[in-house]
């Protein structure tokens, strides 16, 4: 468990060096991420207010009621426009956070790829023949297409997720535990759980995405072989066995996967469940 977790924070520190030219962009796409939760919050206000407030008797809240001039205060009509051009901002707001998010995130992950794709075809370059006659150029290629995004899913659409979930749970615990410390303890007596769900569902799901990996690659080596000696395979006319064989091999990649989206299935399900039971 200790070698695997170093293991991982190795694997880590390797993306995050990889990632440094682009620091910048992934600090403003951690910013970013942070204003979704408070324009969340924002979007139900002015609705509230306008049953509260125009349809009600309760005056404004203190902070709204500081900047609204007395005249709009004292109208409802003119009240309510207000609230209706909040509407209107608070909506534009949100949709320009999401937009120049995942423009940012396209920009950047984009370029990750490009930039390890590169590095990786360098490196394929340099290592020795027997590499290539042990592992066959099939492996090279398929890291070097289908590996490198990799790098792009977990520094941009795992990282950043991740920090922001973490600052938005903290202020979360905050918050209860400053409602109500009892309630906010037996809230996280899950967390233990969720930990070892996460543990053990892990190292399943790492073995399960390597044989996956590896039937893909054996697939794609199929195909090379086929295309790079057709002249033979139609010479001797084994074109219906090749299409068998990488019919075949395609099928149990396919299969794998299946059985990697089941695995991923029972571990949401048991995340959902668990915190299911924990509200209860």
Do not use: C
Not at 76 to 96: E, G, Y
Not at 121 to 144: C, M, P
Not at 220 to 245: N, T, W
Request: charged share 20%.
């Amino acid at each position: 468990m200790t070698q695997a977790k170093g293991a991982d924070l190795a694997l880590l520190k390797r993306l995050l060096n990889e990632a440094r030219p682009y620091w910048p962009h992934l600090g403003a796409i951690f910013a970013l991420s942070l204003l979704a939760t408070p324009l969340a919050l924002l979007t139900p206000l002015p609705l509230m207010l306008a049953v509260d407030t125009v349809i009600g008797d309760e005056s404004l809240p203190g902070f709204l009621a500081a900047v609204t001039p007395d005249a709009i205060e004292q109208s409802d009509a003119a009240l309510l426009m207000m609230l209706v051009v909040m509407v209107v901002l608070v909506a534009l707001l949100s949709r320009t956070q999401q937009l120049s998010t995942w423009l940012l995130q396209t920009f950047v992950g984009e370029k990750l790829a490009l930039t390890f794709r590169a590095k990786l075809l360098n490196h394929a370059q340099r290592v020795s023949f027997a590499y290539h006659d042990e592992k066959g150029t099939s492996d090279s290629v398929y890291r070097i297409q289908y590996d490198a995004p990799a790098i792009q899913w977990v520094v941009v659409y795992g990282l950043t997720p991740f920090l922001t979930a973490s600052f938005t749970l903290i202020g979360m615990i905050y918050v209860t535990a400053r409602l109500d410390w009892q309630l906010a303890l037996i809230a996280l007596l899950v967390s233990p759980v969720l930990f070892f769900l996460t543990q053990v569902f892990r190292k399943k799901l790492r073995t399960q995405w390597r044989e996956v990996k590896q039937l893909e690659t054996s697939a794609l080596s199929i195909v090379q072989e086929v295309l790079g000696a057709l002249r033979v395979v139609k010479a001797f006319g084994q074109e219906d066995r090749e299409h068998d064989r990488f019919f075949e091999r395609s099928s149990e990649g396919v299969w794998a996967r299946i059985g990697v989206v089941i695995r991923e299935s029972a571990f949401n399900l048991s995340v959902g469940m668990t915190i299911a039971v924990g509200t209860a």
